[in-house]
């Protein structure tokens, strides 16, 4: 992978050639005023098509509810957030 220094002026003009760019393979430094400011690199995919996050372990399986909800919150004055401490295990 090779690194290409873009200033964010140039970066602006040419956004959709720099995004080929990365696309492709490249990453670019960013600079403002000759001073890196960011890097620009591509996102890699897991072989299930969601993005590969240092640290992040995503799950295969459907949401699992931990237990059914008996009954949904009457309109009774009280907030959402009272009535889910108060209903909660």
């Known amino acids: 992978m ?4 873009v200033s964010v002026r ?9 995004l080929h760019a990365v696309a492709a393979g490249e ?5 403002s005023r000759n001073r890196p400011v960011a890097r620009l690199l591509a996102v ?4 299930e ?4 996050i240092p ?3 995503w799950s295969t399986s459907p949401p699992r509810v931990s237990r059914p909800v008996e009954e949904c919150p009457v309109i009774t004055g009280e907030t959402l957030a009272d009535w889910v401490i108060a209903n909660r295990r």
């Open 2 to 5: 090779s690194t290409h220094h």
């Open 10 to 18: 140039e970066l602006r003009s040419r956004l959709s050639d720099c």
């Open 27 to 31: 990453s670019l430094l960013i600079t």
């Open 44 to 47: 890699q995919m897991s072989p």
């Open 49 to 52: 098509g969601l993005p590969e």
């Open 55 to 57: 640290g992040v372990v």
